[in-house]
């Protein structure tokens, strides 16, 4: 292992960037499963009681949010010949996948309480198993390169895989492995098909995983060293750990990602209540919008660095983030102001459409930036604590999104109780002034909350001259 502040190692190539990159594909995956069709598998499949199947998706929730600063640590602290990430990154790899794969395929017969402890201990081994991975892999992204823009390029290319990854899982089930049959328009009740799904998206994160570890295996060398060894105690560890997450850009991040995901689980819970009674759009309809999110993915892999390198991380995510959350409600706001075509018009549709995919990739740029934001105050923190400790600030991250998700969904509950959209209503029986509501709690809801996390992101304080100084100040200390 190389010295903390000077090693950077041989310029890091596309293929190898890739290869980091990949390895997003298997967290899209694992949240695309658990957060849009569990659920209904678990419930209407399978016949577990919905709130027995909400409690173990929030109890793994709960236990793999404390693990997240557990991994963290521990990785910023880890000794081995593999360094303080890739032995992770290695051991989570068959645990996540393998218990990824038995959470699609239960035994068969299961039921009711031996059902439920099935889906609880698949679900946290899954969460705890990925959590292994997806903080030393984040991680990474600060010492593959200490270059301001190739970190861009390594958060953009890890969120294009994830997107793209959770995105064509979701398709290839509903599309390819649930067959339809009599009395089962849509296939939801074809088991085999939730098996595949299962076999598949299994061995997808696994290979998403190797390539990430295997990819950048050889940059271990150049690699960051753990701090010099040193006597541990309880309170020393989370003295050390609350002096890490004290860092004011970093505050400012975390809030800004609570803000994040609080508009994420709005716009997801009501993404289908918009399509379907806002606008009225058929099926084939929202399968075009669904698709048309592969062109934003790959637009935004273009976007984010491009952005970054012209206007700086913090800048670039602001306006981008402006253009993206105002641009998002507009449509709703012209259609309540009675400016748009009527409902069921081609022209509609086609508007919604180009603003869809202009959006989401505004949206997915934005995402890409304020995760590389986090990578630069790796070197701030370290010129003020003396350690490196990427893993630290990522649990943080990853820590509130998922205490968070929760949230979202419950502010979207009370903007459909708002609007008097009951449980089991049909798009074409809601009332006009129902669906207006709709509208409006959602476009308001969604502008102010977005509007307060760019606000939050104003007080980052890291620029690109900034990071430039941080580096020379580390590679003074370095020589004297």
Sequence with gaps: MTNTATATGPKLGLLTRIAYGVGGAAGGIKNNGFDYVLLLFYSQILGLPGLWVAAAIWIALIVDAVSDPIVGYWSDNLR????????????????????????????????????????????????????????????????????????????????????????????????????????????????????????????????????????THHRIPHLKSPPPERDLTIGKIFGEIWETLSNPSFRALFVATLFGLLATGISATLNQYINGFFWNFTGDQIAVLTFAVYLSAIMALVLAPLAGRTLGKKRAAIIIGLMAFTLAPAPVFARLLGLLPENGTPELFYIILVVTVFDIALIIAYQMLAAAMVTDIVEESELKTGRRSEGTFFAGITFIRKLSQ????????????????????????????????????YAATLLTVWMLMLLAISFYRISREDHARNLAALANQNTE
């Design 406 to 441: 929760g949230i979202g969904v419950m502010t979207a509950s009370l903007i459909l109780a708002f609007a008097s959209i009951a449980p089991g209503i049909r798009p074409e029986d809601a009332s006009a002034e129902s669906v207006a509501k709709l509208g409006f709690g």
């Design 80 to 215: 081995s010949r593999m360094g303080r990430r890739h032995p992770f990154l290695y051991a989570a790899a068959i645990p996540a996948t393998l218990a990824y794969f038995f959470v699609w395929n239960p035994p068969s017969g299961l039921e009711g309480q031996p059902l439920f402890a099935w889906l609880l201990t698949l679900t946290i081994i899954v969460r705890v198993g990925y959590t292994l991975f997806e903080v030393p892999s984040l991680s990474l992204s600060a010492e593959l390169s200490q270059d301001y823009d190739v970190r861009t390029s390594l958060m953009s290319f890890r969120y294009f895989f994830a997107w793209v990854g959770g995105l064509t899982l979701q398709v290839m089930l509903f599309a390819v492995f649930l067959e339809p049959s009599e009395g089962d328009a849509q296939g939801f009740f074809h088991i085999p098909g939730w098996n595949i799904y299962g076999l598949v998206g299994a061995s997808a994160m696994l290979a998403a995983i190797l390539v990430t570890a295997l990819g």
